[in-house]
């Protein structure tokens, strides 16, 4: 299953409270992302990362920040300002080296907020 | 942006049969396109990837086919197997770090 982490599996939440996803890889991959997943929805992209101390925005960044201060580790930070962010949270990590493409995928991270 | 339209949103097939499930994307400059499955609870998996110098790749019982002209993609799974139902994911990227833009998901359903 490779070497990407996320923690907790389930996270439960009331609303206006901030939460921060754990994400975690030691694959030595450059690129880093989060993905949100709702049902019949597919995936949709937050943020991504190419390397250290540097981040982008994805299709769906508001309400949302992340941090990159490690090569191993992008923590996504759900704000109180997020509308809906009861979802599935997805993270993943690619290589850049030789012109790999492929996104590998951790286990995801429940959130229920109410 | 890029967008990916993915059809049709389920698919029951008797087993042994073949299954096709098709996509669309709106973005010329995309020239990276994967095909993930996922089971349910689980993470989507890379099934097989095609890049847009290539018009057709095999593995075993699966094939992507690409027409970049139509911007159009297909996965096909031959002789499927009651392992084969999840759902498969379609995407889009013009390579490099950038992410992917996902199809909404075929839910495929092997009959015995």
Not at chain 1, 49 to 59: L, R, T
Request: with cysteine; aromatic share 10%; glycine share 8%.
């Amino acid at each position: 299953d490779g070497g990407i982490t996320q923690s907790p599996k389930y996270l439960f939440r009331k609303e206006g409270q901030n939460v921060t996803l754990s994400c975690e890889q030691n694959l030595n991959h450059d690129a880093m992302y989060w993905y949100r997943q709702d049902p019949g929805q597919g995936l949709r992209l937050i943020y991504y990362s190419q390397i250290v101390n540097d981040f982008q925005k994805g299709d769906i960044a508001e309400g949302y920040s992340v941090s990159r201060e490690k090569k191993e580790s992008f923590p996504l930070t759900v704000t109180s300002a997020q509308k809906n962010p009861t979802a599935f949270y997805l993270c993943a990590s690619s290589s850049l080296a030789g012109l790999s493409y492929e996104q590998y995928f951790g286990p995801g991270t429940r959130l229920t907020v109410t | 942006g890029e967008n990916v339209e993915q059809h049709p949103s389920t698919l029951s097939v008797q087993e042994g049969d073949s299954a096709v499930i098709k996509c669309t994307y709106s973005d010329s400059a995309s020239n990276y396109f994967p095909w993930y499955k996922q089971e349910l609870g689980k993470r989507p998996q890379l099934i097989i990837d095609i890049r847009s110098n290539v018009g057709e790749k095999k593995d075993q019982r699966i094939a992507v086919t690409l027409n970049k002209t139509a911007k159009h993609f297909s996965l096909h799974i031959t002789e499927t197997q009651p392992e084969d139902s999840a759902v498969y994911f379609c995407a889009a990227s013009n390579g490099g770090a950038d992410g992917l833009t996902f199809g909404k998901g075929t839910h495929l359903i092997i009959q015995p």
